[in-house]
């Protein structure tokens, strides 16, 4: 299972993320996203479990926690849409919650 982790600080590695997840269980990938244009993380970052029970003790635990001074999002990854699939708000009172998406998740 491919899990979000959001708001981590800046300065976070892959070896930061695979250390904090490997106290719940076997991390397979871990990464952080960089932008491509300043070489800086973006705050965010995508970890593997090697099950799908270990994958969400570790959202279970690790949502809501501190890494660093920050508090981190954890939970299950969203697919990521095609370019040009319609993922972005395009108003009329729909609801982005309930319809899959157009969320910055869904970009990256």
């Keep these: 299972m ?3 982790v959001g708001g981590i600080p800046y300065q976070t590695t892959e070896q930061d993320l695979t250390q904090l ?3 719940i269980g076997q991390v397979t990938f871990a990464t952080v996203i960089i932008d491509r244009d300043t070489g800086r993380s973006k705050g965010f970052g995508f970890v ?3 099950s799908d029970e270990e ?3 570790a959202i279970e ?3 809501g926690t501190t890494l660093g001074s920050r508090t981190i999002t954890v939970n299950e990854a969203r697919e990521r849409r095609a370019p040009g699939s319609g993922g972005g708000y395009q108003g009329g009172g729909r609801d ?3 319809n899959g998406g157009g969320g ?3 970009r990256y």
Excluded: G, K, P, V
Aim: avoid cysteine.
């Design 2 to 4: 491919r899990i979000y």
């Design 48 to 50: 593997e479990m090697s």
């Design 104 to 106: 910055y998740r869904d």
């Design 96 to 98: 982005r919650r309930s």
């Design 55 to 57: 994958a969400r003790a």
């Design 61 to 63: 635990q690790l949502n």
């Design 21 to 23: 997840f490997e106290q």
